[in-house]
């Protein structure tokens, strides 16, 4: 009976525990203006093809530009571990860092198009940055923003818990010299509506304004800010 064949593997070079770094030269694939080289770390997992995960030493987290942290924070990416491959690394013979640095730092320009760009606009913010928090104080900023750039009174369709989507007309939104409670814990902003006679008092993150209008995009972009 002949022999089954079997595929041959390429012995791994690193071993799990090993320590490295990251040849001169080699630059992130995603931020392509972020050198890599003199990177160092350790060895966690080794995967197939000549692949590894590293997971970067204190002294390499302390030293890395803090673009590139601002940019795994943007984008929801693990800082402390990366894969490499065979060809991306050394053996790490010790002595200090020789970590290569951006020569240059190409920041995108931001476009009014993109919902995070434009909540990255009003708090002076470049696309490098991450976006603020939810919180009391960039609610305030959002506030001061839609104050000055929402147009008055405008329709909407507010969606409440329980019913039937309302057509409103939003009159403004809560000032906090006469409503202490302009921004809901929960809800955000607050504005004024009616419908027909009656008053009401709804969250500005549950409008749907319709498409066309001047003030969608300006509240689809808090309101996308605002859940996420």
């Known amino acids: 009976m ?36 003199g990177w160092a770390g350790t060895i966690t997992e080794v995967h197939k093809e000549g692949m590894y995960t590293v997971r970067w030493s204190d002294e ?20 402390e571990d990366y894969w490499l491959g065979d060809d991306d690394l050394e053996a790490d013979q010790g002595g200090p860092l020789d970590i290569e640095h951006p020569k240059k730092i190409t920041t995108k320009p931001l476009s009014a198009k993109d919902p995070d760009d434009g909540v990255r606009m009003i708090f002076g913010l470049t696309s490098n940055d991450p976006l603020p928090e939810v919180d009391e104080d960039t609610q305030e900023t959002y506030h001061k923003y839609l104050s000055e750039n929402l147009v008055f009174p405008f329709e909407a369709t507010f969606q409440p818990e329980h019913g039937s989507p309302l057509r409103i007309t939003v009159t403004g939104l809560s000032n906090p010299d006469e409503e202490p409670d302009y921004i809901d814990e929960t809800y955000g902003l607050l504005c004024d509506a009616r419908i027909g006679r009656r008053q009401m008092v709804v969250p500005l993150g549950e409008l749907d304004v319709p498409r066309g209008k001047p003030n969608r995009q300006l509240i689809s972009d808090y309101t996308s800010w605002l859940w996420s």
């Open 2 to 37: 002949a022999k089954k064949k079997t595929k041959s593997t390429v012995p791994a070079t690193f071993h799990v525990g090993d320590k490295v770094r990251v040849k001169h030269g080699i630059k992130d694939e995603e931020y392509p203006d972020m050198p890599l080289g």
């Open 60 to 79: 390499t987290l302390a030293a890395i530009h803090p673009v590139f942290k601002k940019r795994c924070e943007r984008d929801g990416m693990v800082l």
